[in-house]
Nanobody
Framework: QMQLVESGGGSVQTGGSMNLSCTAS????????MAWFRQVPGKEREGVAS???????YYATSVEGRFTISKDSAKNTLLLEMNSLKPEDTAIYYC?????????????????????????WGQGTQVTVSA
């Protein structure tokens, strides 16, 4: 079965930068959609950014302009570049993906909805932004 493993989390000061990566393995067909979500203990999980099937990004308004998401298909890796970090960005960050399927003839859009097509989740990596 497909597995997702996140790496790159840690602690950084306000205004700093941090890069996260998510590597997929064990799949027979590449995912159509991959995304980053985050969750603070006691609060609902929220979408951060996603990559549509054509590689174009989609961002939550809270991170747009500060974060950059990209996918390296050759390495089966999803990346998240985080800049101008704020204490509000402190959370556990999760990588998510769907199961993919036959080659698409068009673009599959990938919204940031937890109850949508995302069926595979990583273990999460902690990101802490201090004041």
């Amino acid at each position: 079965q497909m597995q997702l493993v996140e790496s790159g989390g840690g602690s950084v000061q306000t205004g700093g930068s941090m890069n996260l990566s998510c590597t997929a393995s064990g799949y027979s067909s590449a995912p159509y959609c991959m995304a980053w979500f985050r969750q603070v203990p006691g609060k609902e999980r929220e979408g951060v950014a996603s990559v549509h099937s054509d590689g174009s990004p989609y961002y939550a308004t809270s991170v747009e302009g500060r974060f950059t998401i990209s996918k390296d298909s050759a390495k089966n890796t999803l990346l998240l570049e985080m800049n101008s970090l704020k204490p509000e960005d402190t959370a556990i960050y999760y990588c998510a993906a769907d199961h993919g399927g036959p080659a698409l003839r068009g673009v599959r859009l990938c919204p940031l909805t937890i109850g949508g097509s995302y069926r595979v989740w990583g273990q999460g990596t902690q990101v802490t932004v201090s004041a």
